[in-house]
């Protein structure tokens, strides 16, 4: 019997003795990489949820831009000077982020949807790549970058796209957001604009193969009929015939002809309309993808009095940062002036996604970093109230960032271009998604 | 000493009691050779003098105990006090640009991390240069002068933050003061010839009342060991068993990484 129990013991201590030389080998298999061991729990268990840095590696931001377009290089710029400042100062040398060097990997959207779905592929190939900041055209991100980067939870945050259809719920991917304004505001400014001068046949040319004209036309239609006026929308698609199109507005009989068209069509458009004398005198109204230098430049005197709207300048200058050293810092590297509004969109937005990060990474600052991909949606969606360049910033789950927008109307050649020193303001209105809602 | 201050409590305990105990065993040896009538004489001359010695070393072992109590609390006040000054530095900076702020506050909280994680051992080896948390407060220091030359902070903010800044420097300062300050060597001397004294004149009285006695020169030994190891714990602020505890430092670091001081994170 004393045997039988003396064998049992000496059972179970060889069992208990298996079990904690098992136990030890297997602890020393998960701690043997520091990876493993030094890595969140959501990392270890799916390593694609996360992006680890490496000590001494960079930090990868994408950058998906129509450089081609003067809004695509302005935001260009803007996002390198954000790089720029990393270290808290514009000195031409690039900060660090948690002390890892910020790679921008630059690709072009082309403004077109094939174009970015090759540049998109240039990007997804790095995995270390954290977020990117694209597009310039709605039309490419509508269902292109916007499902391409949300599908690998990679916030893609847009300085430009204005389109409503991006944020609209139904379409919305959950890693888009952008900082530049949503169109419905815009067209709701202009449309108001339109009633003050009681001017109620308001005729509409968009391009319907572009989201970012033809959603601006249709939400400024909807806005008009709010306002008791009547809207008709000519259709002005890329490579139409400039004369058809002009004469299809005349038919409308305008009393305000509104160009959400880009260039350089709605130049085209814009000159046979000025130059034919049945529609030279009614108002014109072009939107912010046509309000630029070459409109003036190449349209000359025919350009005076028309008008172009966007985001109201004078905001910008009474933010005391953006006055006194952030745009002597733009033109000591770009050597302009910025030609559009969307620099101070895309200095936030770069801004949005560094913050994002910080708060997103777990590690010791230049040690092993990760980044987890989730907690970096969650970081955007945190942010109430960021004072940027553009406005507060409030980003919601719907994507819009910018919820309350002043939107200006312009009289040209006092449009806010790089050379204009004091743009001619004629109306100005601040409105909110909220109040745009709540008018619905 | 500074090796004794900064052994552990256990070690320290053990050490202190082995030195009485050693004194002790020694002192016995050496009256126990003495003659019958002579430990008579002694005990009773002894305990006469036993309320005096008593109070002698109660006197020094508490004013020790007072003063080196009184230096760890201190200690104890600088550190809220700098983490006070941090979190105003980190309320300052919140009027700043956004990326402003979050250099400055991304800053604050390395530099709050090194002082709650390293910044006391390079006290203790008197090197507080070494620490990372010199050269974060440098960095500091040399953002908040570059933000002061520029015309686009809030006067406030900036005016704010140079305050909490000296504050930050002020408490540093004295932190490093209160480190280089070691027990007052004489005092604690004349304290250990007290208690050693205390404890032969309790040994000569019990040796003299016989051995059923003996307790209380026991008592009077444990005794002696524990003020003179409670004296030398709590000497030490940043090494010893007792230090300046970092745990408001540990909490302001722990605000600064969850974005606290960011008025445009939604908490």
Known sequence: ?440 | MTFLTGLPVVWLLAFTLAFVVLGSAGMVVALSRASKEGRDNAGATAAAYMTALGSLFAILTGFLINTEYSTLRHANEVVGQEAAAISQLGYASAGLPPPDAVLIQQRLATYADALATVEWSALADNRSESSPAFAGLAGLQAQVVRLGSEEYPPPDAVASMRDALQDLTQTRRERIAIASQGLPAALFALSVIAGLALIANAIVVAMRAGHRYAYVAIGIIVLVALDLAAILAISAPFRGPFQASTAPLAGVAQELRDSAYLPWVRK
């Not at chain 1, 990117?132 to 991100?141: K, L, M, N, R």
């Not at chain 1, 910008?316 to 810092?329: I, P, V």
């Not at chain 1, 969307?342 to 936030?348: G, L």
């Not at chain 1, 109306?427 to 909110?432: A, N, R």
Request: with cysteine; glycine share 8%; net charge negative.
């Open chain 1, 1 to 440: 019997m004393r045997r039988a129990s003396a064998r049992r013991q000496v059972a179970w201590a060889v069992a208990a003795a298996v079990v904690v030389a098992v136990g030890l080998s297997g602890s020393a298999g998960a701690a043997s990489g520091p990876v493993a061991s030094a890595a969140p729990k959501a990392c270890r268990r799916d390593p694609s949820a996360c992006v680890r840095v490496g000590i001494g590696q960079p930090i990868y931001i994408g950058t998906l831009l129509d450089r081609t377009q003067l809004n695509g290089r302005d935001s260009s710029t803007a996002i390198d000077l954000a790089v720029d400042y990393l270290d808290g100062q514009f000195n031409g040398v690039d900060g660090t982020l948690l002390g890892h060097r910020v790679v921008l990997l630059d690709q072009e959207d082309g403004c077109s949807a094939a174009t970015t779905r090759v540049s998109q592929q240039q990007l997804l190939s790095e995995p270390g790549l954290v977020a990117v900041i694209g597009t310039t055209c709605s039309s490419a991100a509508l269902g292109v970058a916007d499902a391409a980067f949300s599908e690998k939870h990679i916030p893609l945050v847009s300085p430009a796209n204005t389109a409503p259809g991006l944020t609209d719920p139904a379409k919305h991917q959950s890693y888009y957001f952008r900082t530049s304004w949503n169109d419905k505001i815009q067209a709701a400014v202009d449309a108001n604009f339109a009633a003050s001068r009681k001017w109620s046949q308001l005729t509409v040319v968009s391009n319907p193969d572009d989201s970012y004209s033809s959603q601006l036309g249709q939400a400024f239609v909807d806005a008009a009929r709010r306002n008791q006026g009547r809207g008709t929308v000519v259709d002005g698609p890329k490579g139409a015939d400039p004369q058809a199109v002009a004469a299809a507005v005349a038919a409308t009989d305008p009393e305000m002809i509104y160009l959400t068209i880009l260039p350089p069509l709605c130049i085209d458009v814009a000159r046979v309309l000025r130059s034919d004398p049945a529609t030279a005198n009614v108002p014109m109204l072009v939107s912010e993808g046509c309000a630029d230098e070459n409109f003036l430049q190449k349209l000359g005197p025919l350009s005076d009095g028309v008008y172009a709207s966007g985001p109201d300048f004078s905001f910008y200058g009474e933010n005391d940062f953006y006055r006194t050293a952030f745009l002597d810092a733009y033109r000591r590297r770009a050597g302009n002036d910025p030609p559009t509004a969307f620099h101070a969109q895309a200095f936030d937005a770069a801004q949005l996604v560094f913050d994002a990060i910080r708060r997103a990474s777990s590690g010791k600052p230049g040690g092993e970093l990760y980044i987890e991909r989730r907690k970096l949606r969650t970081a955007l969606l945190r942010t109430t109230n960021y004072p940027g360049l553009s406005g507060l910033l409030t980003c919601t789950e719907d994507g819009d960032c910018a919820q309350d927008v002043r939107i200006a109307i312009y009289e040209a050649p006092g449009w806010p271009t790089a050379s204009q020193a004091s743009p001619d303001k004629v109306f100005s209105q601040s409105l909110s998604l909220a109040q745009l809602r709540a008018a619905d």
